[in-house]
Every structure is written in C-alpha cells, then in structure tokens.
C-alpha cells in the first residue's frame, strides 16, 4: 500500500485547509485510516482516525469540533478538513493506514498503523 498525502501549505490563523491522502491497493476500504501530525521539535501525535465504513471517527481533543476526518472508499482516499486554524497546528501531517482491525484504545498509537504517507506540511500563521 502506497499513502500520497496532499493539500498543505500556507494559512492565516482562523482560515481552513483540506489534506488528501490518496491509497493505492484494492483492499484501501476494508483499512483502518488515520492522520498524524508532527510539529517542530516535537513527537508525532494523532490528530484522527476513521473506521472502514466511514461510521466511527475518532478525533483529538485539541482539533475537535474544528477538524473533521472522511473518506470515499471508491476513489481510495480519505480527508482532513480543517477549520479555525491555529498557529499551534502548524505541523506535517502524515496520513496512515491500518490493514489489520485496531481496538478503540489503541487507535490513537502510531504503533497501530502499518502504512505511512511521505507527509504534508502545514504552517500556521498568527
């Protein structure tokens, strides 16, 4: 499985972005999809996830209610639309997918996913 990820670039705080992350491979809907993100000088951390069907998603407190995770299963690819942005979600933000089922409790853990995407950056400015 192969993750493009797509759609960063340069916002003011409070505008809006929408990532991409395109999946090659013909089982991309049975998979587990999630995004991650690294800010400068600091570990990568979950931002959201979303189950196979689109039925269960999963978010960070710090981007609830302003960040929404959703996928179309026939063009294999799943989103991140971000809303008020802050200058704190500056960061790469990867793309990831699960081919193996993930219990709730570890759907935030990077340990979890199999698949990673090259990353895409976003900046932030205040």
């Known amino acids: 499985v192969q993750l493009q990820a797509s759609g960063g670039g340069l916002v003011q705080a409070g505008g809006s972005l929408t990532l991409s992350c395109a999946a090659s491979?013909?089982?991309?809907?049975?998979?587990?999809m999630g995004w991650f993100r690294q800010a400068p000088g600091k570990e990568r951390e979950f931002v959201a996830a979303?189950?196979?069907?689109?039925?269960?998603?999963f978010a960070a407190d710090s981007v609830k209610g302003r960040f929404a995770i959703s996928r179309d299963n026939a063009k294999n690819t799943v989103y991140l639309r971000m809303n008020s942005l802050k200058p704190e979600d500056t960061a790469v933000y990867y793309c990831?997918?699960?081919?193996?089922?993930?219990?709730?409790?570890?759907?935030?853990?990077?340990?979890?996913?199999?698949?990673w995407g090259q990353g895409t950056l976003v900046t932030v400015s205040s």
């Open positions: 979303i189950r196979w069907s689109g039925g269960s998603t």
């Open positions: 491979g013909r089982t991309f809907s049975s998979y587990t």
């Open positions: 990831a997918a699960a081919a193996t089922r993930i219990i709730n409790s570890y759907i935030r853990t990077e340990s979890a996913y199999d698949y």
